[in-house]
């Protein structure tokens, strides 16, 4: 019998086996949970738009994708609009381009969680600001808290900003903005010595920069009667806030990690320490100067700033109808008032007499009637600073002048309005009611403002129709109820628009005879280096026909500051 030698069953190949098991086994795992959490995903996504429409039933929106929004029909836009311009004027063009009617909707997640049901009616308008006033979005503190502080009245909202507009309403009422018209005509004289250099140096310059150091330096009379002096130096405070601003969050975002920046904390610390400081220094000895009782404010030549009418409405009726105590929190609460006076009164006001210049010019027939209204008013240019200091109420008398104000603010609103959604508040448009449940309700005025059945002509320059007959824009018939509103409607329209008018006017009497003043963006790109200078390049530099498109910088403001050219006006 033979014996066959035994065979061995202990393969080499089996441990290479077992591990393929093993990999394919980890494989099918990870490919599993992979499957589950896009399952996930794509249930979020059904879920997310299902209650959207929910909500927003039949309401018209761009170009609607299921997996992503409303996002290709906005980013559609950018390959003929400038990346860096305000996304109200974006919001234009979107709305003229879809025929978007009265309210549409954007719903731009996942890239954004920002549900925005937009009004550009001023009827629509009306029910959310006007007759129920909703909140401020809720997001807006965390791009202009660091500016403006936590107990500003941007951002505060119920009782705690009724009691806070209440302190500073008196500081700027009409009749008393009167009695501060020396004041401006002061600062505005220095901005005179300021144009006077430019015209010598021939140099080109960003407008915006001179025009925000006077409205600065006017705030800080108004607010606190302290000369801060940034036409004329540096000063620290000035910096400071500038610097704060500066360092805001980008309210349109490129990419994910645009506004992760991990210095920007500090920076927003640094800057609000020094602002802060500067400011509660200055209160301070105002309220070294009051007497002893704290029962009369101190008066200075006849000026009372906004910060000692406030104080004197808070020892009357202090934050319950009882007599205050000025102590640490109202410090606070005083300095934050300040500082978004400063925020938004400059802001404002710069932008606007920016494109005020570069309209006028651009429009010789329509500087010839303001220069020769300014004639008639106040006599020749080189008396006008005693013209208005003498009599204020001269500034009541030029109405083309306030004309072509509100037809830059109606071209150029300087920001828009985004309020909080709530169940219990809906919008009404031909005879169909939308809930504003979990959104953001955004009047976008920039779109208000160029509608056509609105204001004829929506995109040209035409202060004539803002006059009575005779002298109106034929084509206008009326100024329809609500449609124009740069500085918003409601109990949350802006304290300080009768201040912008008037420093407006005063700035514009005192200018706009003796300077020609002109953007010069040609001569600015080749400067820079910039490829077709002066050009629009196809709508990439430039929106509605100018190159003077508005940029967003926490609010909008006029492309590279508007560089300009100043020249003495020869006669």
């Not at 109200?88 to 731009?108: A, H, I």
């Not at 008018?501 to 010069?520: C, G």
């Amino acid at each position: 019998m033979s014996i066959q030698p035994a065979m061995n069953t202990t393969s080499s190949h089996h441990p290479v086996e077992g591990f393929s098991t093993h990999y394919r086994s980890s494989l099918n795992a990870i490919l599993f949970v992979a499957a589950s959490l896009a399952a996930l995903y794509v249930a979020k996504v059904i879920n997310h738009r299902r209650e959207f429409r929910h909500l927003h039933g039949p309401l018209p929106s761009p170009p609607f994708s299921m997996w992503f929004g409303t996002i290709p029909g906005i980013a559609g836009l950018y390959k003929n609009s400038p990346s860096d311009t305000h996304p109200m004027t974006t919001m234009t063009v979107l709305w003229r381009k879809y025929n978007l009617g009265n309210l549409y909707f954007l719903d731009n997640w996942p890239a954004s969680d920002w549900r925005q049901l937009v009004i550009n009616d001023p009827a629509v308008a009306a029910q959310a600001v006007q007759q129920n006033n909703l909140h401020k979005y809720h997001k807006y503190p965390d791009y202009v808290g660091h500016v403006v502080g936590k107990t500003s009245m941007l951002t505060t909202e119920d009782q705690e900003w009724k009691k806070t507009r209440a302190l500073f309403n008196p500081g700027f009422a009409a009749g008393h903005l009167m009695t501060l018209v020396p004041g401006i005509v002061d600062d505005t004289t220095i901005f005179i010595k300021v144009l006077n250099k430019l015209a010598d140096s021939g140099e080109i310059k960003p407008l915006d920069d001179a025009l925000a150091r006077l409205t600065i330096d006017i705030m800080g009379h108004v607010v606190l009667d302290h000369d801060l002096n940034s036409q004329t130096s540096e000063n620290e405070m000035v910096n400071g806030f500038r610097g704060s601003v500066r360092w805001s969050p980008a309210t349109v975002t490129t990419h994910p990690f645009q506004n992760l920046n991990p210095i920007t904390p500090i920076a927003h610390w640094y800057y609000t320490r020094i602002t802060d400081n500067y400011i509660k220094k200055v209160i301070k000895q105002r309220l070294a100067l009051r007497p002893p009782e704290n029962c009369a404010s101190v008066k200075k030549s006849g000026r009372r700033p906004a910060i000692d009418l406030a104080v004197d409405e808070f020892l009357v009726a202090g934050d319950d109808g009882k007599a205050g105590l000025v102590d640490a929190r109202f410090l606070q609460v005083a300095t934050d008032q300040m500082k978004t006076f400063l925020f938004a009164g400059h802001d404002t006001s710069s932008s606007t007499l920016c494109y005020i210049y570069h309209e006028l010019n651009t429009h010789p027939e329509a500087l010839a009637k303001v220069r020769q209204e300014h004639d008639d008013v106040f006599g020749p240019s080189a008396n006008a600073a005693e013209a208005i200091k003498r009599k204020p109420a001269l500034l009541n008398e030029i109405p083309f002048t306030l004309a072509v104000i509100k037809e830059v603010l109606r071209l150029y609103p300087p920001a828009s309005t985004a309020r909080e959604g709530s169940k219990s508040v809906s919008l009404t448009t031909n005879g169909t009611t939308y809930s504003t449940e979990k959104t953001m309700v955004w009047i976008n005025l920039h779109t208000i403002h160029r509608r056509a059945d609105l204001f004829p002509e929506p995109d040209s320059f035409i202060p004539e129709r803002f006059l009575p007959a005779p002298n109106n824009y034929p084509a206008q018939k009326e100024i329809v109820k609500d449609s124009w509103r740069p500085f918003e409607k409601g109990p949350r329209g802006c304290i300080g628009q009768e201040l912008a008018v008037l420093e407006m006017k005063i700035i514009m009497v005192m200018t706009s005879r003796d300077f020609d003043i002109s953007s010069a963006y040609e001569e600015w790109d080749r400067m820079l280096g910039r490829e077709k200078p002066g050009e629009m390049l196809d709508g990439r530099r430039g929106m509605f026909g100018t190159r003077a498109y508005q940029q967003v910088r926490t609010t909008a403001k006029p492309s590279d500051d508007m560089p300009a050219r100043v020249k003495r006006r020869v006669v």
